[in-house]
């Protein structure tokens, strides 16, 4: 069965980075596109950026531009959502989400809190 | 960018009732690429529909979807206890985008 499994809560600081990380199994990771979606505390779902795991290929919503890194390592099929220049405003729980291949997310991981204090 | 907006905001209905909610895009969903989503409190979201009519696997058949163009609905035939979540539309056509929203709650 797929499964995607999330790294743990982070806190960070304002101006931080954090990296978040999602293992994938019980499918082909190189056959399907990836994504990360966020939500913060009480608000709806917030798509940040997609990865072809076959070839890196990435396409980022333009509001994370320049801040917004995901990679894959399909040696042990981990995907990756590097976010810099934190701000309190990023606190949100982070989902990385498969592509179902109809412009869908057909399973998500449990989700990773971050919280940005000082 | 594709704006989609769900209407209502916060819908209140009793099991057994029918629930009917409304998702309407800025520009046309052509592709008709457009999914519904349910999420409880500290689940992630689970995929219940996709390409605008088509039940995702496992998904009950009281759930069914509807629509083309820029005007999409989620009917939900007869309400059980654990239907009452919130749900999200999604559109996919040069990007990717969600509605702000239904909750649905027990009148």
């Known amino acids: 069965q797929v499964q995607l499994a999330q790294s743990g809560a982070e806190v960070k600081e304002p101006g931080a980075s954090v990296k978040v990380s999602c293992k994938a199994s019980g499918y082909s990771f190189t056959s399907f596109n990836m994504h990360w979606v966020r939500q913060a505390p009480g608000q709806g779902l917030e798509w940040m950026g997609i990865i072809s795991p076959s070839g890196g290929a990435t396409t980022y919503a333009q509001k994370f531009q320049g801040r917004l890194i995901i990679t894959t390592d399909t040696s042990t099929s981990t995907m990756y959502m590097e976010l810099s220049s934190l701000r309190p405003e990023d606190t949100a729980v982070y989902y990385c989400?498969?592509?179902?291949?109809?412009?869908?997310?057909?399973?998500w991981g449990q989700g990773t809190l971050v919280t940005v204090s000082s | 960018d594709i704006v989609l907006t769900q209407s209502p905001g916060t819908l209140s209905l009793s099991p057994g009732e029918r629930a009917t909610l409304s998702c309407r895009a800025s520009q046309s969903v052509s592709n008709n690429y457009l999914a519904w989503y349910q999420q409880k409190p500290g689940q992630a979201p689970r995929l219940l529909i996709y390409?605008?009519?088509s039940r995702a696997a496992g998904i009950p058949d009281r759930f069914s979807g509807s629509g083309s163009g820029t005007d999409f609905t989620l009917t939900i035939s007869r309400l059980e206890p654990e239907d009452f979540a919130v749900y999200y539309c999604q559109q996919h056509v040069t990007s990717f985008s969600f509605g702000q929203g239904t909750k649905l709650e027990i009148k």
């Open positions: 989400a498969k592509d179902g291949d109809r412009g869908n997310f057909d399973y």
């Open positions: 390409t605008a009519s």
